[in-house]
């Protein structure tokens, strides 16, 4: 199977393409979905899927990928463990010399910072994360391995401030109000949001996903902000338009350039 493939069902709604660097993830959250799936294999220690750096740059010297690919959706490509392997700093290196849009969806909060500066070699690059509870207590109870709120969310307005495109999923939502609050305190300095719901827990149907969804799309209408809306949550919003209910009006895309020519950048 390659490395680069294209997700299917809600995972599709994220992006065109995503790519998985870990096995597993040390984030421990306690609605992963991960660890149903029938590959997983149960390791509480994520490793590097064996000599993906080289599999990956025999893929791309195949073909010249113009289509945003997600990192990761099977694991945190800034799982703890990034910290000792750095395999992600090589896909990434690899990745931008084959011009591919690329975006990241992390819970390791700050970690992500140290690969600012290869971030902003990037043509076309955006980096997010998944914001759930705005408390450290409830953080740390439901995701007892990712990074707190404010780590989360002080790594965005880093990157922000320093000219990379940022991006939030927020999905699950465990909390809505704590999930309204989130949305208004990242306005300054998140540029594009998905909005998605809670899935796979009886507890989910206790929510008034209508008025979360109004309130949401007002916010981020009122601020001018990008945002999609996932089909699931979808079914309880009014009025949305075209762009807000189209899965690729956010995503990246690059075109080809011919390799002779990317060294002149
Ligand atoms: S960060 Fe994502 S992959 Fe990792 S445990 Fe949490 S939900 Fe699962």
């Known amino acids: 199977m390659p490395l680069l493939y294209e ?8 992006s065109p393409l995503a790519l998985n660097i ?13 660890k149903t799936m029938p590959f997983y294999k149960g390791s509480a220690t994520p490793v590097p899927k064996a000599n993906i750096v080289e599999k990956l740059e025999k893929e791309l010297s195949k073909t010249q990928i113009t289509k945003q690919v997600l990192l990761s959706f099977l694991s ?29 969806l992390t819970k390791g909060g700050s ?3 140290r690969d600012l500066d290869l ?7 955006k ?24 780590d989360r969310i002080g790594a965005l307005r880093i990157l922000h401030g320093e000219g ?13 109000a704590q999930s309204l609050n989130l949305i208004k305190q990242t306005l300054p300095f998140i540029d594009q949001y998905k909005l998605g719901k809670w899935n796979h827990d009886p507890r989910a149907d206790l929510i008034d996903w209508s008025s979360y969804v109004a309130q949401a799309v007002k916010i981020l209408r009122d601020n001018g902000k990008q945002f999609y809306v996932k089909e699931d949550l ?15 009006y956010m995503s990246l895309t690059s075109q080809y350039i011919p390799e002779t020519q990317i060294s002149l950048f």
């Open 7 to 14: 997700p299917a069902g809600r995972a599709r709604e994220y």
């Open 22 to 34: 870990y096995s597993s993830c040390d984030h421990f959250c306690t609605y992963c979905f991960v």
């Open 76 to 104: 945190d490509p800034y799982c703890t463990a990034e910290s000792n392997y750095c395999i992600t700093y090589q896909v990434l290196k690899l990745l931008n010399k084959h011009n591919v849009p690329v975006a990241i």
């Open 111 to 113: 970690r992500c910072l």
């Open 119 to 125: 971030f902003k070699q990037f043509h076309n690059i």
């Open 127 to 150: 980096v997010g994360a998944t914001l759930t509870f705005d408390n450290d207590r409830d953080s740390f109870a439901w995701e007892p391995g990712a990074a707190l709120p404010l």
């Open 164 to 176: 990379i495109t940022t991006w939030a999923s927020f999905e699950p939502v465990i909390e809505p």
């Open 234 to 248: 979808r079914k309880y919003a009014h009025g949305l338009t075209p762009e807000e209910s189209d899965m690729d």
